[in-house]
């Protein structure tokens, strides 16, 4: 069975923090994404890397930054959190093929008290 | 820039009611097409999908053709259950990468 792993489920940090949310996937794939869920505003894509130490902003970079240094990690990093990055967030990843689906995590519920 | 537009809910029916969901996107050159959906405390996971101009995604009663000129890919289901209760996201793939852009999701409530 395909697998996409979020470290943690549900996590609190207190604002000013460095938080880190890692992801691996076991399926080889090229690409994977940090997207962010909130009510009404759906996915938005957070970071996109294609390869290894390779990445790519995606529509709300400001206050994240991510790391790829192997093929099946990728991590994402509130530099120093704040209570407005309270969300959802969604890894996936997929093949770089084109016309092929993303595999999801099933994600991490953060709040930022 | 490139993005998908979906119909805002929550969509409220009952249960053997007809499903359309509407989702239209812009992009530059033909991307891939894809609905998935995300059931309660879950990720998403991949509905069905179109890869060219009027083809046919087909899955679990859920259908959605690729429209081009419409640019569009509505989803459809000629009876839904109580079981179909969930968020259903439009994405498409895009050429080169196959980085995905979602649409906002739209929220389905089936009662019996």
Same mark, same amino acid.
């Given at each position: 069975?395909?697998?996409v792993?979020?470290?943690s489920?549900?996590?609190?940090?207190?604002?000013?923090?460095?938080?880190f949310?890692?992801?691996?996937?076991?399926?080889?794939?090229?690409n994977?994404?940090?997207?962010?869920?909130?009510?009404?505003?759906g $996915?938005?894509?957070?970071?996109?890397?294609?390869?290894?130490?390779?990445?790519?902003?995606?529509?709300?970079?400001?206050?994240?930054?991510?790391?790829?240094?192997?093929?099946?990690?990728f991590?994402?990093? $509130?530099?120093?959190a704040?209570?407005?990055?309270?969300?959802?967030y969604?890894?996936?990843?997929?093949?770089?093929?084109?016309?092929?689906?993303?595999?999801?995590?099933?994600?991490?519920?953060?709040?930022?008290? | 820039?490139?993005?998908?537009?979906?119909?805002?809910?929550?969509?409220t /029916?009952?249960?053997?009611a007809? /499903?359309?969901?509407?989702?239209?996107?812009?992009?530059?050159?033909?991307?891939s097409?894809?609905?998935?959906?995300?059931?309660?405390?879950?990720?998403?996971?991949l509905? /069905?999908?179109?890869? %060219?101009?009027?083809? %046919?995604?087909?899955?679990?009663?859920?259908?959605?053709?690729?429209?081009?000129e419409t640019?569009?890919?509505?989803?459809?289901?000629?009876?839904?259950q109580?079981?179909?209760?969930?968020?259903?996201?439009?994405?498409?793939?895009l050429?080169?990468?196959? %980085? /995905?852009?979602?649409?906002?999701?739209?929220r389905?409530?089936?009662?019996?």
């Amino acid at each position: 069975d395909v697998k996409v792993t979020q470290s943690s489920r549900y996590l609190v940090k207190r604002t000013g923090e460095k938080v880190f949310l890692e992801c691996v996937q076991d399926m080889d794939h090229e690409n994977m994404f940090w997207y962010r869920q909130d009510p009404g505003l759906g $996915l938005r894509l957070i970071y996109f890397s294609y390869d290894v130490k390779m990445k790519e902003k995606g529509d709300i970079p400001e206050g994240y930054s991510v790391s790829r240094e192997k093929k099946e990690r990728f991590s994402l990093i $509130l530099e120093s959190a704040s209570t407005n990055q309270t969300s959802m967030y969604l890894c996936a990843s997929s093949p770089r093929t084109v016309n092929t689906e993303a595999f999801f995590g099933q994600g991490t519920r953060l709040t930022v008290v | 820039g490139d993005s998908v537009t979906q119909m805002e809910g929550p969509v409220t /029916l009952s249960e053997e009611a007809f /499903l359309t969901i509407n989702c239209t996107y812009t992009a530059t050159g033909y991307p891939s097409l894809f609905w998935y959906v995300q059931y309660p405390g879950e990720g998403l996971q991949l509905l /069905l999908k179109a890869t %060219k101009a009027d083809d %046919k995604g087909s899955n679990k009663g859920f259908e959605a053709t690729y429209r081009k000129e419409t640019t569009s890919f509505h989803l459809e289901k000629g009876s839904v259950q109580v079981s179909d209760s969930a968020v259903y996201f439009c994405a498409l793939g895009l050429r080169g990468y196959n %980085k /995905l852009i979602f649409g906002a999701g739209t929220r389905l409530a089936v009662h019996p």
